[in-house]
């Protein structure tokens, strides 16, 4: 049974370019969400997708972007990059009808590095 | 809106014991979970409380006051394998996707 799996595991990106993240949730899970970790803090929410939606979203601008597909699988876009945005990115699935007691589990995320 | 409080370090030797204390302020709670992280891995669920009490499981206990926003995460038998990052967290205002705190970064030592 495959766990959460993202690619690519890392990335280095010039400042002003675009970049495309990949997630394929644990089997079974239908709900996929994205958080940014800088070096040194907890985990940060981007958003969260469900039937292929954006259902919640944190404090990011709209160079984030996010796509969710049929088979559950995600993307994070994230447009005219800024040094700031050299974090670990992790992708975390769930179950969305089994509320908010359940754990969920990420991927090793990508470490993305805008020079 | 939520915020989690951790102490940023905690030091401690083979086979001792450690607590790492977090305190929250959050508008709906829906229970405190802790998540551990290695350099370089993805964070992995350690314990939920939903209500208050201690929660055991192995070498790792968990403990949550809903009256004074506080929980934390008792290490026993210290391992050098437990040398990483900790953190609290708890749901967001809509229940669905997590907050986390600082993190605590344990360091075991021989």
């Known amino acids: 049974d495959a766990g959460v799996t993202q690619s690519p595991t890392h990335l280095i990106k010039t400042r002003g370019q675009q970049v495309t993240l990949r997630c394929s949730p644990k089997s079974g899970h239908d709900t996929v969400s994205w958080y940014q970790q800088a070096l040194g803090q907890g985990p940060q929410f981007i958003f969260q997708?469900?039937?292929?939606?954006?259902?919640q979203r944190g404090n990011f601008p709209d160079r984030f972007s996010g796509h969710q597909f049929p088979n559950y699988s995600s993307e994070l876009n994230v447009n005219a990059l800024l040094l700031g945005d050299s974090a670990l990115y992790l992708c975390?699935?769930?179950?969305?009808?089994?509320?908010?007691?359940?754990?969920?589990?990420f991927g090793q995320g990508t470490r993305l590095t805008v020079v | 809106g939520q915020s989690l409080e951790q102490p940023s370090e905690v030091t401690a030797v083979e086979g001792a014991i450690v607590q790492i204390n977090c305190t929250y302020q959050?508008?709906?709670?829906?229970?405190l979970s802790w998540y551990q992280q290695h350099d370089g891995g993805a964070p992995t669920f350690l314990s939920y409380?939903?209500?208050?009490g201690l929660e055991e499981t192995g070498r790792f206990s968990s403990f949550l006051s809903r009256s004074d926003s506080y929980g934390y995460l008792l290490l026993q038998e210290l391992q050098m394998k437990d040398s990483a990052s900790y953190f609290c967290?708890?749901?967001?205002?809509?229940?669905?996707?997590?907050?986390f705190g600082p993190g605590t970064r344990l360091s075991v030592l021989p």
């Open positions: 967290a708890v749901r967001g205002d809509y229940g669905q996707n997590f907050v």
């Open positions: 959050t508008s709906g709670f829906y229970g």
């Open positions: 997708y469900y039937e292929e939606e954006e259902r």
């Open positions: 975390a699935s769930s179950l969305w009808l089994t509320g908010p007691n359940t754990e969920a589990f």
């Open positions: 409380n939903a209500l208050d």
